[in-house]
């Protein structure tokens, strides 16, 4: 099994920044893509970014120019730097990760716990 946890969540004003980050653990193989999903209260859960194996990314059109994923492969750790946030920006954040626990596992879709993210004055 592969466990993400998750941290670097709070709560920041407009215009703020903060940096989550996602460690995964465990029974791991190999991680291919990683990224993040946020989930507001009353709507769906949607993608915010995510990151290759190769370093390759993705962003939802509402966090480009203002969201920057990047991540560790040596330390199996994924990070999301949020700059000049928004009050549309809160949200529980959760890491999401595609690996294989063994070589004749299939390729599965791992989740965190959530972080929770609260931009207000």
């Known amino acids: 099994q592969v466990q993400l946890v998750e941290s670097g969540g709070g709560l920041v004003q407009p215009g703020g920044s903060l940096r989550l980050w996602c460690a995964a653990s465990?029974?791991?193989?190999?991680?291919?893509?990683m990224g993040w999903y946020r989930q507001a209260p009353g709507k769906q859960r949607e993608l915010v970014a995510t990151i290759t194996f190769g370093g390759s990314t993705h962003y939802a059109d509402s966090v480009k120019g203002r969201f920057t994923v990047s991540r560790d492969n040596a330390k199996n750790t994924v990070y999301l730097q949020m700059n000049s946030l928004k009050t549309e920006d809160t949200a529980v954040y959760y890491c999401?990760?595609?690996?294989?626990?063994?070589?004749?596992?299939?390729?599965?879709?791992?989740w965190g716990q959530g972080t929770q993210v609260t931009v207000s004055s």
């Open positions: 999401n990760a595609g690996a294989r626990a063994n070589p004749g596992s299939w390729l599965t879709d791992y």
């Open positions: 465990g029974s791991i193989f190999s991680i291919n893509a």
